[in-house]
């Protein structure tokens, strides 16, 4: 090796290079993993209202509380999903971070200074992750919708006469999860 040229490990630019490539990798991933936890959630609860209805329609006389605990366990498992969705935002919003702070560096460096308009999202202007009316937050309304349903569905058999009740308690878990989404990106700062 010649002592002019530099090695892999003290290559400043290559190191750079090599972390923008993870941090991007990471938020193509955190992206992907989204719409596969989706379409595996949407598959999952559709699996388990068709043992709800499958139990229903072929056992007459098949106890309620088998029903409920089918759609409670659906509904906690929707829960795990969303927390699943929430940590995939965060380590988009990470990756997103690195990615810009390198921006900045060569910003700072006057190695990018012609080209700082040209990017949209800087440091400074990176969407927050708690952004609401994103593909993150649709796939989390799509979550807590089917979710707050599956825990409706588990208390009509418990409060029978009350479908007021079960309506207002679906929408107050609809709105708790949307509102536990929210809670979680900020926290998470």
Request: avoid cysteine; glycine fraction near 4%; charged fraction near 15%.
């Amino acid at each position: 090796m010649s002592k002019t040229s530099k090695s892999p490990s003290t290559d400043h630019d290559t190191i750079l290079e090599l972390e923008y490539k993870y941090a991007s990798e990471t938020a193509f991933q955190a992206m992907e993993d989204r719409h596969k936890i989706v379409s595996f959630f949407i598959s999952l609860t559709g699996i388990v209202s068709s043992v709800i209805f499958g139990i229903n329609e072929f056992s007459k006389g098949i106890n309620p509380t088998v029903i409920a605990f089918f759609s409670y366990i659906g509904f906690v498992i929707g829960l795990l999903f969303l927390m699943n969705l929430v940590r995939l935002r965060q380590a988009w919003h990470e990756s997103i971070r690195v990615m810009n702070q390198i921006k900045s560096y060569y910003f700072q460096k006057s190695v990018l200074k012609d080209l700082k308009d040209a990017f949209l999202w800087r440091e400074e202007t990176i969407p927050k992750p708690e952004k609401g009316w994103t593909i993150f937050f649709f796939s989390v309304i799509l979550i807590a919708l089917l979710d707050s349903i599956l825990f409706a569905v588990s208390l009509l058999f418990f409060l029978p006469g009350s479908m007021v009740t079960v309506y207002v308690i679906g929408i107050s878990i609809f709105i708790a999860q949307l509102a536990l989404y929210f809670a979680m990106l900020k926290w998470n700062k």
